[in-house]
């Protein structure tokens, strides 16, 4: 059994069960290794009896599903549901025990606490070349030698993360001396790197630095290499067009092993280079984050409103958990936990303390000190601590908060490029019949020869002074933008200087009626978003 691609040449076997055969009809191809076994399993059992097998083995499938990043979406999904029901209740006195030992007792046991807690445990031992350790525990009925093994698991990982942070802070460093231009791909080959830990410095380095990453650890002239892929490169199909340089090679299109003789490699980093070049096209590979929703009110961030997020789990490769972002939010105090690995960070927004936590990332990393404004996207989690539950945000990622000035701008350049704006969004755009008053006596009164020629900011700044209205240079923009398409005035843009001719026009004019009026009416109203550019864009750059 397998959930592997597979090769055109099958294994020679009485039976070969794979969903990723080309002849299996299975129609649920994402089975994690241990998910093949749970079927093979329950189509052997007679059919009174599966369900009793399908309790003895749910919470294992699970956390081998879980263990395997798969993606957690049809028959997984139900898969880990159960598991987890069966988890939290497991007869395995060697689960039990390790659940302790990594102190996620009497906490809820999601797909996160298996991929972020438990696994990495049980993983710990095959990687550092203690498998049995881990088999033990899984299959002991003494509670006593259970609580030994699972005590040995977690040393196994700490062990586990020293040496793979070593490896990983090499690899930084050889990285930054070997930088030059464009990085398509990132292929490593070190001696005395431990194989069992070079895959999960793999997938930090395609991480950071947006690219699909090998590396290979070299002993006696060959190199066995774990591969992880950035962005969707199909890995497999990689390793297959290299077949001609390598000694044997598996895997999926997401992660893969292969061994290579060292006086390949070179050879073997080119043709990959190729492959992603050919694969990319002329666009570069990018790290994007995914925001489901800017959160309009910190008070939303309570206990329960959180906990009504566990309706959409379990969460995993997928289903990832929601992101949401907030801007503008003051650091109050930062502090490295964790050995210095992370950063914890208390803000303020409106009045409100919200504690977070930066998993691995340093304050020096981030950039940022006491009193900076930021803009943060997180995932909001319950913190319990002593009894006590309270809502901490995990963050993904933050930046600097632009100032008023850059956001109204930006706010601006989108509505000129016909992108969907919010009620909010286009009500502040709409100008005010005193803003729309100021601007046209502004430049009455400052023509030169009918002419005036500036930049936007120091234009509406001398409105604002001029008038004592405040100064945005979005409304202001807006409000020339009306004034042209209604031809009391032209304008003509480049870079940031704006040339405005003053025009003669018979009687009044009804703004209102202008095209982009109606449409940001029609938007802060809660209307349907336009696709065109807006009003006179359409028609004169400005």
Not at 344 to 365: Q, T
Not at 434 to 447: D, I, K, N, P, Q
Not at 515 to 525: I, N, T, V
């Amino acid at each position: 059994t397998d959930h592997h691609e597979c090769k055109d040449e099958l294994p020679q076997a009485v039976a070969v069960v794979d969903p990723h055969r080309r002849d299996c009809g299975y129609p649920f191809p994402c089975l994690a290794g241990v998910g093949v076994a749970l079927k093979l399993a329950l189509a052997l059992t007679p059919g009174p009896e599966r369900e009793r097998v399908l309790s003895e083995y749910a919470d294992l499938a699970a956390i081998g599903t879980v263990a395997d990043v798969m993606q957690l979406s049809g028959e997984n999904r139900a898969i880990v549901r159960r598991g987890l029901q069966a988890l939290a209740q497991t007869r395995r006195p060697g689960l039990r025990a390790l659940i302790r030992e990594a102190g996620a007792e009497g906490k809820a046991l999601t797909a996160s606490c298996i991929g972020f807690t438990l696994a990495p445990r049980i993983n710990a031992a095959g990687r550092m070349g203690c498998a049995p350790v881990a088999a033990e525990l899984l299959l002991t009925e003494d509670p006593g030698r259970a609580e030994a093994l699972s005590h040995a698991l977690c040393a196994l990982n700490r062990e586990r993360q020293s040496i793979e942070g070593h490896i990983y802070e090499e690899c930084l460093a050889r990285l930054e001396r070997e930088s030059a231009g464009q990085r398509r791909s990132i292929v490593l080959a070190g001696e005395g790197w431990h194989q069992g830990v070079v895959g999960i410095v793999a997938s930090r380095l395609a991480e950071k630095y947006a690219c699909p990453t090998f590396m290979i650890c070299v002993q006696d002239g060959r190199g066995k290499g774990s591969c992880r892929s950035f962005g969707g490169f199909n890995l497999f199909r990689a390793l297959e067009s290299c077949a001609d340089l390598l000694d044997g090679f598996g895997g999926h299109a997401l992660a893969a092993g292969f061994t290579i003789l060292e006086e390949h490699i070179g050879a073997f980093r080119q043709r990959i280079d190729r492959c992603v070049e050919e694969w990319t096209g002329e666009h570069e590979l990018e790290s994007a984050l995914e925001v489901d929703a800017e959160l309009p009110d910190e008070n939303l961030l309570t206990v329960e409103e959180v906990a009504g997020l566990d309706l959409l789990e379990p969460y995993g490769a997928g289903n990832p958990k929601p992101v949401f972002s907030l801007s503008g939010c003051t650091v109050s105090s930062l502090a490295e936990v964790g050995g210095g690995r992370h950063l914890k960070l208390r803000l303020s927004r409106g009045g409100h303390l919200l504690d977070a936590i930066f998993f691995s990332v340093g304050a020096a990393e981030t950039g940022v000190a006491p009193g900076d404004r930021i803009d943060v996207t997180f995932t909001p989690q319950i913190n319990e601590f002593r009894g006590n539950r309270s809502v901490q945000l995990q963050l993904c990622d933050l930046r600097p908060a632009p100032t008023r000035m850059a956001a109204e701008q930006a706010l601006y350049e989108r509505l000129r490029r016909g992108e969907a704006l919010s009620a909010q969004e286009a009500a502040a755009l709409i100008p005010s019949r005193a803003e729309f008053t100021a601007v046209w006596r502004y430049l009455s009164g400052h023509a030169r020869l009918g002419r005036v020629e500036d930049t936007a900011r120091r234009l509406a700044r001398g409105v604002s002074r001029t008038y004592g209205i405040k100064e945005t240079v979005m409304r202001t923009m807006v409000c020339l933008e009306v004034l042209d398409e209604h031809g009391l005035i032209q304008v003509e843009q480049t870079t940031d200087h704006l040339r405005i001719d003053l025009c003669r026009v018979e009687g009044k004019v009804d703004l209102e009626s202008s095209d982009l009026m109606k449409r940001l009416r029609r938007l802060a109203e809660g209307g349907t978003p336009g696709t065109g550019p807006a009003g006179a864009s359409a028609r004169r750059p400005i």
